[in-house]
């Protein structure tokens, strides 16, 4: 990427090829916008192939245009670097002095930080997302159904909350005539199940201890208060079956724990409801949610009165063939971003070596003038950090906006909750932000000790 010195700029250097990759990544994004971006086939999630050639084109052509306009701005740079002391101002003349190789460096970091954010927090927020929205189904961390009746007792509190569940309806408007729609009603114990019930912070406005709050709160015009998902907030006529129960929507979510069919959730408190014969038909069920380990629970059922049926956890869900579709592609992305990481590692090797002779000439004579060996080494530090520091930026910049651009579309399953929840990978920031700036250090150390190694003397006859 060097020209000699002296030689005059090729007008093809001139031309800003690179807009041709964003117009590309462009391209594939408005053909995304016509398709799906998770296809199901056979029962199994597989990702587009738009949505790994999207950020991969828009990372690379726009990491290549944020270089051509950093090198434009080191003239400038190599001026404001004259009034500052020793070790910025060398780092920036030999920035300054090689603008092809810096720009080179610098996609050279660009890309594959930018590629490892998009796709480490892509396959973050999908694990997180798969993660609630199995929480969501099943309640907690597993649920225990029982077809006998079920009353808390001191050993249930003990290891999580006890509900039943009703099949029920409200009456709504629509088209001018009274309908009803079918809803879950959840009668639940309030002190106990917002301590085990899976919550997420993006499923309401509020905490679930406030929303189960108001479910204590004193009857509207007769009416028990109640929690719901789907239905406005006011007075709704509520049916358990066939058992009529006046209601107020006191409060509302987005998403409720322990929602398994497409219908609105009802939470109210058990305490408050009439007793509901079998012959409401209301088809209820009792069920004891807990987040510890199964064995006590059962223990806890069964001397509650209850029979166990069957047991919900999570585990069968996260290892269907659903998500292994995604994980891969973008395990595979993760995994081709961190190869790019380390040719961009022996890059930077090379790009000293390649410079080693000039560097030790310009050292050798530094020292003559008064240059400190710590003040040179402080320059290398300040050149390949600031190099780093450029590209962590710029990558992570490309990396906000693609993710911005896709994460909402990234849903194995549209019928459960909650929609695409976005979970920034914070340990892999770090550490890539670590490895970057470590390698920085280590370079400068490698290139300072190649320089302490050579003769002055012997230098100075070869310039000579």
């Known amino acids: ?54 950020p991969v084109l828009g990372v690379a052509g726009a990491a290549l245009l944020g270089a051509r306009l950093a090198t434009r701005a080191l003239p400038a740079l190599r001026r404001w670097a004259g009034r500052r002391r020793p070790p910025v101002f060398l780092a ?25 954010g998009y796709t480490a927090t892509l396959s973050a927020g999908s694990e997180t997302t798969l993660a609630a929205k199995v929480g969501v189904q099943i309640g907690a961390e597993r649920a225990l159904v029982s077809i006998d009746r079920v009353s808390p007792t001191a050993g249930t509190d003990a290891v999580g909350t006890v509900l039943d569940r009703y099949d029920g309806s409200v009456a709504g408007p ?77 409060g509302t979510a987005r998403v409720l724990p322990g929602r398994r069919t497409a219908e609105p959730v009802v939470l109210v408190a058990a305490d408050r409801l009439p007793d509901v014969p079998r012959s409401a038909g209301s088809d209820r069920q ?4 807990t987040d510890g380990p199964a064995g006590p629970a059962v223990e ?33 992305l993760s995994a081709l971003a961190v190869f790019v990481g380390v040719i961009a590692a022996a890059g930077l090797l090379l790009h000293l070596e390649s410079r080693s002779r000039s560097r030790v000439a310009g050292y050798v004579m530094a020292r003559r003038l008064g240059l400190s060996r710590r003040s040179h080494l402080a320059s290398l530090v300040v050149e390949l950090g600031a190099v780093a520091v450029a590209g962590l930026v710029l990558g992570a910049l490309l990396a ?65």
Request: glycine share 8%; proline share 7%.
């Open 1 to 54: 990427v060097e020209r000699p010195l002296g030689a005059a700029p090729r007008r093809s250097a001139a031309v800003p090829w690179e807009l041709a990759l964003v117009l590309a990544a462009g391209l594939c994004w408005l053909l995304l916008e016509s398709r799906d971006a998770i296809v199901i086939e056979r029962g199994v999630a597989q990702v587009n192939g738009l949505l790994v050639a999207f």
């Open 92 to 116: 920036v003349n030999r920035l300054a002095a090689a603008p092809g190789a810096a720009a080179a460096l610098l996609v050279a970091v660009t890309v594959p930080v930018a590629v490892l």
């Open 174 to 250: 629509a088209d001018g005539a009274r309908t009803r729609t079918d809803v879950q009603v959840l009668a639940v114990d309030p002190d106990t199940f917002a301590g085990t019930a899976f919550w997420d912070g993006s499923f309401a406005d509020v905490p679930l201890e406030d929303l189960v709050a108001r479910l204590t709160g004193p009857p509207v015009d007769g009416r028990i208060p109640v929690v719901a998902t789907g239905l406005p907030p006011g007075a709704v006529d509520l049916r358990l079956g066939s058992l009529p129960v006046d209601a107020e929507v006191a």
């Open 286 to 289: 009792s069920e004891l949610w």
């Open 300 to 332: 806890a059922l069964t001397d509650a009165g209850g029979r166990l049926t069957r047991t919900l956890e999570p585990a069968d869900v996260l290892t269907t063939a659903n998500f292994l579709g995604i994980s891969w592609t973008f395990g595979y």
């Open 400 to 464: 906000v906006g693609a993710v911005a651009l896709v994460h909402r579309r990234l849903d194995v399953d549209l019928l459960r909750p909650p929609t695409p929840l976005l979970d920034v990978p914070w340990a892999a920031i770090g550490l890539t932000v670590a490895v970057a700036l470590l390698l920085s250090v280590l370079t400068a150390r490698y290139a300072q000790a190649a320089a302490d190694r050579a003769d002055p003397s012997a230098v100075l006859r070869e310039e000579a």
